[in-house]
């Protein structure tokens, strides 16, 4: 089974705010945790190996539980 287009978008999405600062904003608004990476950066293997175990996908390969229209 080949990845859908729709869980490749929503982790595209997340890598490119994860990467830019942005990700959970406004909740993380402030929190400058890509500083944080310099000096541990399994936190980047945390963070995406907790969305990619939470993600949900129906029959199709649709994301059913991220929002890529926010």
């Not at 999405?13 to 990467?19: G, I, K, L, T």
């Not at 909740?27 to 990476?37: A, S, V």
């Amino acid at each position: 089974m080949k990845v859908s287009n729709y869980l490749s978008g929503a982790v595209r999405q997340f890598s490119y705010w994860f990467v830019h600062g942005t990700l959970g904003y406004p909740i993380l608004e402030g929190i400058d945790y890509l500083n944080e990476l310099d000096e541990d950066s399994s936190c980047m293997e945390q963070a995406f190996s907790i969305f990619m175990n939470n993600i949900e996908l129906d029959n199709e390969g649709n994301v059913l539980n991220y929002n890529l229209n926010p």
